[in-house]
Each structure stands twice: as structure tokens, then as C-alpha cells.
């Protein structure tokens, strides 16, 4: 790739998702957006590119932005924070509400494992004495990523990374050579695609929001937008969860720590007056 | 220095195993089969147990009924490694006392994993 090509890749990342893409890394984005442009019946990043820039075609753009947002990710990552969710976090919640659901939002859920994970857990704990109501949500930036997280079809390899094999045997079926968690898992989470930075007044209020590792691979007016935007979609007494040792721009502003729990953040509540 | 017996009649699995466990502090025994596992065990129980499914002599689920019900059996962590992946061995596994199961084939970082997972 040349110098012009990579320009042109970092621009439309940033300006499409606040996605911040480092232009010496050239073998990240070739082997990123090399699949994207056989996909589309190119044979070349080079070629894919000129398109991109001669046709301005939105599926092409939007084809290279998903394919440089994905990240990594797999079940109950960090362990840490599901067991303080399990322990501490959703019971001080709902008893903080009672009455009503304890909502939770994967805001950038990928393929799916961390809000599954979440969904594993409620569902365990779903059969123990006053249980509180969790609804669960996900979304993500990428159509692609969204479709294989609602399959919640899995490979060997992707179950055995951080997936207690209880769990596994409990929550899963085999098909062929995969593993599909079961329906009752899989219509406990409410799916939609929301682009991070495209504004999020619409969502609603939920009571914990993890936005873990997502900020650190957008700019930072981008990681300063999000966080002033999630300070009014966390709700008053609720909680934004970051991995463990994330420092986006903002976040002072927006969120103070809430102890407990490394990344485990709660709104300002002076942010919301300046804001 | 924790121990941990690797039992599989392939010593190339064997050796991998080794090099991934001693280098997170293991101190590591091995066997072929399950008889030879069991006379380790009754020798000096270690910590954790890295255990095949298909040996000769005897297999790995023979040998782990077998652990659980010698004196001080239900000590070691026993963790699968295995090329059987579908339920029915899973969850055999864990009704004779199986704490976690690796799915071949798989790499160190697996091994890792679950033995934490399995608490060591």
C-alpha cells in the first residue's frame, strides 16, 4: 500500500467512526481489508481503494471501516468483572430498584461473547431465590460482526478461550463441527447497530454500560464525544465499564471511579449540570 | 513447587505439555497410560493431572474413576485434553470428576487458561 492509500484508509475511519488507525501499521490494515476487497470481487486493496475513492460507494466505506473496528474479544474476558458483576454489581442494582429490570448495553459487543457471557450468568442466576430481572442489549458498529453474534454459532477454538467448560456443557449444543449456545440464552439479548460517534440520544437509559477496550482505538475528540454521550445514557445510580486499564480522553470529566472494580466508573454528577 | 503429572501415550504431547507447564513454574511428571498414571498418583499425588482420553492399557476416564476413589484422590485438578469434543464425553467427564476439559487440538495458551480456569 502507498502512502496515499493508507491516507485515505485513516481518513475515512476517523471521519465515519472516530476510529483512530495508526498509518505505519500497513501489515494491520492489508491483512484487515485484503478479505474485504476479495469479497467485493476485487483483486487488490489497491483496486478496492480506487473505487472507494473514484465511486464513493457508502457499502465500500462501510466495508473497510467494520474490518478495521474489529477487535478482539472472547468469554467472560478479564474474568474479574463478571464475578463482581455476579457478586456485587446486579444485586446492589436491583435492590437499589426494586421492582423493576436492571437494564445492561454491550456497546460494542463484537461477535457477541461479553454480552453472552452476561447472558450465561443471569440465566444461572435466574433460578435462584428473588432473582432480579436483568434485560440485556448489544450492539455494534459492524453488520457482519452483529449477524454472527445473534447465530451465536461458535468455533473450538473460540469456546475454549476464557468458557468454564460447565458452562459449555450446560449452555451449548454441538452442530457439526461448532457450537451454537441455546435459544434460551441467545433470546435473553436484544440486538441493534449503533455507530458509537453518530450521536446516541435515542437509545434510552441503562443501568450499566460496558464499553470495554472500544475508546482506545478511537481519537481522542472521538473518545471525548462517546464518553459526554454515554454520561446520558449511564442512568444516576448506574455504572460504565471500561477495560481494566483504559484512561480515555474525557473521562475525568464525564465519570469518576467507582471503586470495587478496576475500569468500574459512575457518572459525575457535575458533568451533567455543565452539560 | 506445584507438580503435575501429563498423561498420554504420545510423547510428542507429552514434551509440549511440559515445556508450556514448566514454564509457569510446574514441576512435571509424565505417564503413558492410566495404570501408569495411577501407580504415580499412589506414589506422590500431585497438584494437577493433564489427562488423555484414548491410552492403552487403561483409558483416561478408567484412570480418573479410579483417582477419585483412591485416598487423597480428590486432591489434583484434573484437566481433559482430548480429541474427544462432542457432549456425551464432556459431560462424562465431569461426572466422574473431570474440573476442566481442553478440546484437541490446542495450544499453550490454552493449557494456561484452563488451568486457571480449574483454579490452580
Redesign the interface.
Known amino acids: 500500500m502507498n502512502a496515499e492509500e493508507v491516507a485515505l484508509v485513516v481518513s475515512v475511519c476517523r471521519a465515519r467512526a472516530g476510529l483512530k488507525v495508526a498509518p505505519d501499521k500497513t501489515y494491520l490494515i492489508e491483512s484487515r481489508l485484503s478479505p474485504v476487497a476479495r469479497s467485493h470481487g476485487f483483486d487488490s486493496i489497491s483496486e478496492l481503494l480506487d473505487a472507494v475513492r473514484t465511486r464513493r460507494e457508502e457499502p465500500l466505506i462501510w466495508a473497510i471501516v467494520e474490518a478495521m473496528a474489529a477487535g478482539e474479544t472472547s468469554f467472560f474476558r478479564d474474568r474479574a468483572p463478571f464475578q463482581y458483576f455476579r457478586d456485587a454489581l446486579i444485586p446492589q442494582l436491583a435492590r437499589s430498584s426494586p421492582g423493576r429490570s436492571v437494564k445492561i448495553w454491550s456497546a460494542a459487543c463484537a461477535t457477541g461473547q461479553e454480552i453472552y457471557s452476561l447472558a450465561m450468568l443471569v440465566e444461572d442466576m435466574a433460578s435462584e431465590e428473588g432473582a432480579p430481572r436483568i434485560e440485556l442489549a448489544a450492539s455494534d458498529l459492524s453488520r457482519v460482526a452483529l449477524e454472527r453474534a445473534q447465530g451465536g454459532l461458535y468455533n473450538q477454538f473460540e469456546v475454549q478461550r476464557g468458557l468454564p467448560i460447565r458452562l459449555l456443557a450446560r449452555h451449548f449444543e454441538k452442530t457439526d463441527d461448532q457450537w451454537r449456545l441455546k435459544p434460551n440464552i441467545r433470546q435473553r439479548v436484544r440486538w441493534r447497530r449503533i455507530n458509537l460517534v453518530a450521536g446516541l440520544q435515542a437509545i434510552g437509559r441503562f443501568d450499566v454500560v460496558l464499553c470495554r477496550n472500544v475508546l482506545v482505538n478511537m481519537t481522542e475528540e472521538a473518545q471525548r464525544k462517546v464518553l459526554s454521550e454515554l454520561a446520558h445514557v449511564v442512568s444516576t445510580d448506574g455504572y460504565l465499564v471500561l477495560g481494566l486499564k483504559e484512561t480515555p480522553q474525557g473521562l475525568g470529566e464525564a465519570f469518576r471511579p467507582a471503586g470495587g472494580l478496576a475500569g468500574l466508573y459512575r457518572r459525575n454528577p457535575a458533568f451533567r449540570v455543565a452539560a | 513447587m506445584r507438580t503435575c503429572l501429563v498423561v498420554d501415550d504420545s510423547r510428542v504431547i507429552r514434551k509440549v505439555a511440559r515445556r508450556v507447564l514448566e514454564d509457569v513454574g510446574y514441576e512435571i511428571a509424565e505417564a503413558a497410560d492410566g495404570m501408569e498414571a495411577l501407580a504415580w498418583c499412589r506414589a506422590a499425588m500431585p497438584d494437577a493431572i493433564l489427562l488423555d482420553w484414548n491410552m492403552p492399557v487403561m483409558s483416561g476416564i478408567e484412570f480418573l474413576r479410579r483417582l477419585r476413589a483412591e485416598p487423597d484422590g480428590e486432591r489434583p485438578v484434573v484437566v481433559f485434553c482430548t480429541v474427544e ?3 456425551a464425553h ?2 462424562e467427564a ?1 461426572e466422574a470428576g ?1 474440573n ?4 484437541k487440538p ?1 495450544d499453550g495458551d ?1 493449557i494456561i ?2 488451568f486457571t ?1 480449574a483454579g490452580l
Do not use: G
Open positions: 469434543n462432542d457432549l464432556i459431560n465431569l473431570a476442566e476439559y481442553i478440546m490446542f490454552i487458561e484452563k480456569e
